[in-house]
């Protein structure tokens, strides 16, 4: 068998195999493709569903910076092609009611394919339609923004409430390194945040082998480290838009999502630090504000929950701390690639703040750092503590 560890990103798709960690693995995407020029091979993605039509899915952002051209190609190639444009003006798009029901509109009874040029809120809205009607994606990748491109989870707004329903894994995966260099800096820094946000969730997942005996995976580990140190030495690069930087970035987010594949749950890439971030974007939902980006918030959270390593060390399970940086160190990561470092940065209110301290643990069952610290007896202690640090 090859290696995962040496292979390149273009080689994982299709993988099956018996790992040393006692489980066999399979990596059931069909097409990984990121390089400049890499809406160039959506034609040969797209070949297996040449009997019906293609409905090609962008906005108004969207379209100039690769959905003009992935409707090119695929006319050139001689595939039937439908075009949804969801013109949003100065509104952000959201994956509600409105957003789902018009994508679901436009399939016909040929349709054989959907492919979404976009980011976040496209690529969810998509996959989540797609999963529901038997239909497979692809999503050209617009922006470097978050860990979602291979996942099976779609973030989806319910009158009003925002959940995740399993849906299902991307067909293909199209990140043209051209595209990327246009999107937002705010989502290049959210996306990278997101990154940095591995370093707690790797720690997190070895302190829960440690302490309840949480199923491990040291490949996988392996397998997201390594992208992990590809970016941060590529990081100083990412304010500039330095394409190996973008590239870097967009393979270190898409591997995370072949760790979460491979595992089939989302450990590899989401601890304590993820549940700070749902629980401020619960919060700000529940005020009808719109949310901080995602990955904005995560990279702050985990600067926090380095700190929770470092206030808990003296208890730790041997070899749990080193796997922490100390909190300067993630600010400096966070830093060099442009992303922001506190939470009264990115406009956390004291009252919330606090609370989310206390409540986050709670998000979801999985065990974390900061239920370490309740159990412990710690959790009010460490809470006052950041409270005072940060809002005096
Ligand atoms: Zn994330
Ligand atoms: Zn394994």
């Given at each position: 068998?090859?290696?995962?560890?040496?292979?390149?990103?273009?080689?994982?798709?299709g993988?099956?195999f018996?790992?040393?960690?006692?489980?066999?693995?399979?990596?059931?995407?069909?097409?990984?493709?990121?390089?400049?020029?890499?809406?160039?091979?959506l034609?040969a993605?797209?070949?297996?569903?040449?009997?019906?039509t293609?409905?090609?899915?962008?906005?108004?952002?969207?379209?100039?910076v690769?959905?003009?051209?992935a409707v090119?190609?695929?006319?050139?190639?001689?595939?039937?092609?439908k075009?949804?444009?969801f013109n949003c003006?100065?509104?952000?798009?959201?994956?509600?009611?409105k957003?789902?029901?018009?994508?679901?509109?436009e399939?016909?009874?040929?349709?054989?394919?959907?492919v979404?040029?976009?980011?976040?809120?496209?690529?969810?809205?998509?996959k989540?339609?797609?999963?529901?009607?038997h239909?497979?994606?692809?999503?050209?990748?617009?922006a470097?923004?978050m860990?979602?491109?291979?996942?099976?989870g779609?973030?989806?707004?319910?009158?009003?409430?925002?959940?995740s329903?399993?849906a299902?894994?991307?067909y293909?995966?199209?990140?043209?390194?051209?595209?990327?260099?246009?999107?937002?800096?705010?989502?290049?820094?959210?996306g990278?945040g997101?990154?940095v946000?591995?370093?707690?969730?790797?720690?997190?997942?070895?302190?829960?082998k440690?302490?309840?005996?949480?199923?491990?995976c040291?490949t996988?580990?392996?397998?997201v480290?390594k992208?992990?140190?590809?970016?941060?030495?590529e990081?100083?690069?990412?304010?500039?838009?330095?394409?190996?930087?973008?590239?870097?970035?967009?393979e270190a987010?898409?591997?995370?999502?072949?760790?979460?594949?491979?595992?089939?749950?989302?450990?590899?890439?989401?601890?304590?630090?993820?549940?700070i971030?749902?629980?401020?974007?619960m919060?700000?939902?529940a005020?009808g504000?719109?949310p901080?980006h995602h990955g904005?918030q995560?990279?702050v959270?985990?600067?926090?929950?380095a700190?929770?390593f470092?206030?808990l060390?003296?208890?730790?399970p041997?070899?749990v701390?080193?796997?922490?940086?100390?909190?300067e160190?993630?600010e400096?990561?966070?830093?060099?690639?442009?992303?922001?470092?506190?939470?009264?940065e990115?406009?956390?209110?004291?009252e919330?703040?606090?609370?989310?301290?206390l409540e986050?643990?709670t998000?979801r069952?999985?065990?974390?750092?900061?239920?370490f610290?309740?159990?412990?007896?710690?959790?009010?202690?460490i809470?006052?503590k950041?409270?005072?640090?940060y809002?005096?």
């Open positions: 068998m090859e290696n995962i560890l040496t292979m390149p990103l273009s080689d994982m798709p993988l099956t018996d790992c040393a960690c006692g489980q066999r693995h399979s990596f059931p995407v069909k097409h990984l493709s990121i390089r400049s020029g890499a809406v160039d091979d034609p993605m797209a070949e297996p569903f040449r009997s019906g293609i409905v090609v899915v962008f906005d108004s952002n969207t379209y100039p690769a959905g003009e051209k090119a190609r695929l006319k050139d190639a001689g595939f039937a092609v075009e949804l444009l003006g100065d509104d952000i798009l959201l994956p509600d009611e957003t789902l029901g018009r994508i679901l509109m399939v016909d009874k040929d349709t054989t394919l959907i979404a040029v976009g980011s976040g809120v496209l690529n969810d809205s998509v989540f339609v797609t999963s529901r009607c239909l497979p994606y692809i999503i050209v990748a617009t470097p923004s860990d979602g491109y291979v996942s099976d779609a973030p989806i707004i319910c009158e009003g409430y925002k959940y329903p399993q299902h894994l991307t293909g995966l199209v990140g043209d390194t051209d595209a990327l260099q246009t999107a937002p800096q705010e989502l290049v820094a959210a990278y997101d990154v946000g591995k370093i707690t969730a790797l720690a997190d997942w070895d302190l829960a440690k302490v309840v005996g949480e199923h491990y040291e996988s580990v392996q397998l480290q992208a992990l140190d590809k970016c941060f030495a990081a100083a690069g990412l304010p500039r838009r330095k394409p190996e930087a973008l590239e870097a970035l967009m987010l898409t591997i995370t999502g072949v760790a979460m594949a491979l595992l089939n749950i989302s450990r590899p890439a989401s601890g304590a630090e993820h549940m971030s749902h629980h401020w974007e919060a700000y939902i005020r504000l719109n901080i904005i995560v990279g959270a985990t600067v926090l929950i700190r929770f470092e206030e060390s003296d208890v730790l041997a070899g701390a080193a796997l922490c940086p100390s909190h160190e993630i400096n990561l966070l830093r060099l690639g442009g992303a922001p470092v506190s939470p009264v990115i406009g956390i209110d004291r919330l703040f606090h609370r989310s301290m986050s643990y998000v069952p999985r065990y974390s750092v900061m239920r610290a309740m159990e412990q007896g710690r959790l009010e202690a809470a006052d950041l409270t005072t640090e809002y005096g």
